[in-house]
């Protein structure tokens, strides 16, 4: 049974900083996909993020290209997601999900429907 626990979440001025974590555990799998998704008040999900673990391909949607970077530390298996230059439309929980690849090069991309295990979330909010 894969688990992830996201961390990191919290309190941001506008064009500040925040990383969040996502510590998955589980897999039996030798490679893996991990995806950052979020949720405003009064809105869908979507996809942000995501990043293979056999070849660190990644994948960010339109509206954090430039701004937000993911990472990952295999030794760990932990991904993580910078956030800079962040904007009140930040504002979401934000999850962390992940799904077994048979492959070593894979080209996730963050959509909701093609990860299995999900994360609680973590709330970030950007206000001055």
């Known amino acids: 049974q894969v688990h992830v626990v996201e961390s990191g979440g919290g309190l941001a001025q506008p064009g500040g900083s925040l990383r969040l974590s996502c510590a998955a555990s589980?897999?039996?799998?030798?490679?893996?996909?991990i995806g950052w998704f979020r949720q405003a008040p009064g809105k869908e999900r979507e996809g942000v993020s995501c990043?293979?673990?056999?070849?660190?391909?990644?994948d960010y949607a339109d509206s954090v290209k430039g701004r937000f970077t993911i990472s990952r530390d295999n030794a760990k298996n932990t991904v993580y997601l910078h956030m800079n230059k962040l904007k009140p439309e930040d504002t979401a929980v934000y999850y962390c999900a992940a799904v077994p690849v048979p492959l070593l090069q894979w080209a996730c991309k963050p959509i909701e429907s093609d990860f299995s295990s999900w994360g609680e979330g973590t709330q970030v909010t950007v206000s001055s």
């Open positions: 990043i293979s673990s056999g070849d660190g391909s990644t």
């Open positions: 589980g897999f039996i799998s030798n490679y893996y996909a």
